[in-house]
């Protein structure tokens, strides 16, 4: 038995290029698949660009956009989050936006669109999209809003940004920052996620309710920041 997927063929193409779809022997859309074969088989992964938007292949005209990919391609964290949400994932476009940061999904494709001029060091709002689309990609089951998600979307920053003394570069004040997110790393109790929650909402004055952004009990946790903070 052997097993063909995408990252068995990186020398054969550009290491950010979207897996569009297999041909020959296998037919299928699903950039991970597993085949068994007794005798020789033809089989062709085919590989392609996103129009219009950032695809790391040096075809961008968003410099501001390869840019920020670059840096967080220096941390092992964020690395990871790009390598999944950009190659093993499939195709999650991100598009200069002027006035907002998110996550879109949808049955066919999921967009993030991202400032890149708003503020000094966005690529710290980057990391908290690609956070969202790896939630999105890894969580089948509670994938529409809800706080929990932030939270995690802003540990993410929170420990890219403690590594590297960027905390002042996050809105709000240092000191928040240390007394929510901080506390809760050093002590995971449900008082220090209620915290969390509070600076969260307080933090978006009032845009992420509790009726659009409920308190999911199942996900109180950060086990996916768990999982791949694990190299800091
Ligand atoms: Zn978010």
């Known amino acids: 038995m052997i097993a063909c ?18 041909s020959g022997f296998i037919t299928s859309y699903n950039s991970s698949i597993q085949v068994t074969v007794n005798s020789d088989i033809s089989l062709t992964a085919k590989f392609t660009g996103v129009n219009n938007y950032f695809t790391f292949d040096g075809d961008s005209n968003i410099p501001e956009i390869k840019n920020a990919i670059l840096s967080l391609l220096n941390d092992c964290a964020t690395r990871y989050l790009l ?7 499939g195709q999650i476009p991100i598009e200069k936006s002027s006035s907002l940061s998110l996550f879109s999904w949808g049955p066919v494709s999921h967009t993030i669109k991202w400032n890149v001029a708003g503020f000094d060091n966005t690529n710290l709002f980057l990391i908290h ?4 689309a790896y939630q999105h990609g890894v969580d089948t089951v509670n994938t529409g809003r809800n706080i929990n998600n932030e939270i995690e979307s802003f540990m993410a920053q929170y420990k890219y940004c403690e590594k590297y003394n960027l905390l002042e570069c996050l809105p709000g004040t240092v000191q928040g920052w240390r007394d929510s997110f ?3 790393l050093i002590s995971p109790t449900s008082e220090n996620y209620d915290i969390m929650i509070n600076y969260v909402r307080n933090l978006q004055q009032g845009a992420y309710t509790e ?7 199942t996900k109180r946790n950060i086990d996916n920041i768990n999982s791949i903070f694990t190299c800091y």
């Open 83 to 89: 390598d999944n949400n950009l190659y093993l994932h």
């Open 5 to 22: 997927h995408p990252t068995s063929l990186q020398k054969t193409h550009h290491h950010y290029s979207v897996f569009e779809s297999w």
């Open 182 to 184: 901080g506390a809760y």
């Open 129 to 132: 999209e690609l956070f969202h």
């Open 211 to 217: 009726s659009e952004f409920p308190d999911i009990a």
